[in-house]
């Protein structure tokens, strides 16, 4: 319905795709080290218009990541970690 708020055409094809999907879109890095242009991503742009950004997805994915006891990467743009000597 959203995708047919901003273009209505017969026979349109969507695809679905789940919160994993759109967060390894933008937090991956190319061969080169680049990562993703995209910002992040918005849910029903004509409707509610929820802004998700880079950011949030990332701490999505830490949030996540601890809760089943699993390591957390750094934020992206994070400095590291200082080591222990």
Do not use: C, H
């Not at 809760?67 to 000597?85: C, F, I, N």
Request: charged share 20%; net charge positive; glycine share 10%.
């Amino acid at each position: 319905m959203e995708l047919k708020k901003w273009k209505d055409e017969e026979n349109q094809q969507t695809f679905a795709m789940n919160f994993d999907d759109y967060a390894g879109m933008l937090l991956r890095k190319d061969a080169q080290g680049n990562s993703s242009p995209a910002l992040g991503f918005v849910i029903n742009p004509f409707g509610g218009n929820i802004v998700v950004t880079r950011e949030m997805v990332a701490g999505m994915i830490a949030a996540k990541l601890k809760a089943a006891g699993k390591p957390v990467p750094p934020a992206p743009g994070a400095p590291a970690a200082p080591t222990q000597q």
